[in-house]
Nanobody
Framework: DAHLVESGGGSVQAGGSLTLSCTGT????????MSWYRQPKGDECELVAS???????TYLDSVKGRFIIAQDNAENKSYLQMNNLKPEDTAKYFC??????????????????WGQGTQVTVSS
């Protein structure tokens, strides 16, 4: 089975920074479209950022200029650097390889390989 393991979540005050990491334990990430999704409590899953195998990036409008998605193929890791965090960024964050979500919950994705999620809490 393919696996992704996330780390780096936690609690931070507004304006602070966190970097989430996602490690592929059984397959190479370089050939995949890597994405970070989040699920705020009581709200639906949303795509935060993604990077294709040819390094094209996309971002949710609300995080543009604050978040950066990056990939280290030598380390087989994907990163989400989050700067100037806001309380509305509070959510459970998931990394996904070739992930597709059409429903409400990140945990019930349509396809792809997903990590277990890591909680990010931003206090005002």
């Amino acid at each position: 089975d393919a696996h992704l393991v996330e780390s780096g979540g936690g609690s931070v005050q507004a304006g602070g920074s966190l970097t989430l990491s996602c490690t592929g334990t059984t397959f190479r990430l370089a050939a995949s479209r890597m994405s970070w999704y989040r699920q705020p409590k009581g709200d639906e899953c949303e795509l935060v950022a993604s990077v294709t195998s040819d390094a094209k990036t996309t971002y949710l409008d609300s995080v543009k200029g604050r978040f950066i998605i990056a990939q280290d193929n030598a380390e087989n890791k994907s990163y989400l650097q989050m700067n100037n965090l806001k309380p509305e960024d509070t959510a459970k964050y998931f990394c996904a390889a070739d992930g597709v979500v059409t429903g409400y919950f990140c945990s019930r994705a349509d396809s792809g390989t997903w990590g277990q999620g890591t909680q990010v809490t931003v206090s005002s």
